[in-house]
């Protein structure tokens, strides 16, 4: 999506989307890669935006693995829709279902551009405990975020949590790699 084009959506949207630019390729390397793409068989993405990283996202992806986005925004999903992938299958719907698609410790990777730092308390819970229970042992949840607000309650359901920062996106992004 072209960057006026994003601006706009994300800042008719700003509720939701809690961005102003699509993540940069920078940003996007260091989001995959706490990700076993070559074991990965069951991948989520909560928030697609623009598909930037369900691209990257697919172009890592090993041919018999399957990734699940979601996204509520009409025009990110509309975006998305445009990548044409059998492994992708996209849905117009709140990443708080994600819990309700996979039996307990089934899926892989949960990869998460959702703007937490902006969602009420109980929504952040309720998607955070779901990625949780949704992932295998050992499974991998990536979470990237404008500011470390969210670390501790990241930290509160995940045992094992890394942090980085990526200086080369607008604005820089703080980038969570917890584990199962």
């Known amino acids: ?52 990283v369900t691209a990257a996202l697919l172009e890592r992806m090993s041919p018999d693995a399957r990734l699940v986005a979601f996204e ?42 959702l703007p937490l730092a902006i969602f009420p308390p109980a929504l952040k819970r309720r998607i955070l405990e779901g990625a949780h229970q949704a992932l295998r042992p050992g499974g991998v949840y990536v979470q990237f975020q404008y500011s470390p607000n969210d670390l501790k309650l990241i930290k509160s359901i995940f045992a094992h949590v890394h942090t980085k920062l990526e200086v080369r996106n607008l604005p820089p992004a703080f980038v969570y790699a917890a584990r199962k």
């Open 1 to 52: 999506m072209e960057s006026k084009k994003f601006l706009f959506e994300a800042v008719k949207t700003f509720r939701t989307t809690g961005a102003v630019a699509s993540s940069s390729r920078h940003l996007i390397r260091k989001m995959l890669a706490p990700i076993a793409f070559e074991k990965a068989k069951l991948i989520a993405e909560l928030g697609t935006g623009d598909g930037c």
């Open 72 to 113: 509520i925004n009409e025009a990110f999903w509309k975006k998305t829709r445009q990548i044409e992938d059998a492994r992708l299958d996209l849905r117009l719907e709140s990443a708080e279902n994600l819990p309700l698609l996979f039996a307990e410790g089934t899926v892989d990777a949960v990869v998460s551009s």
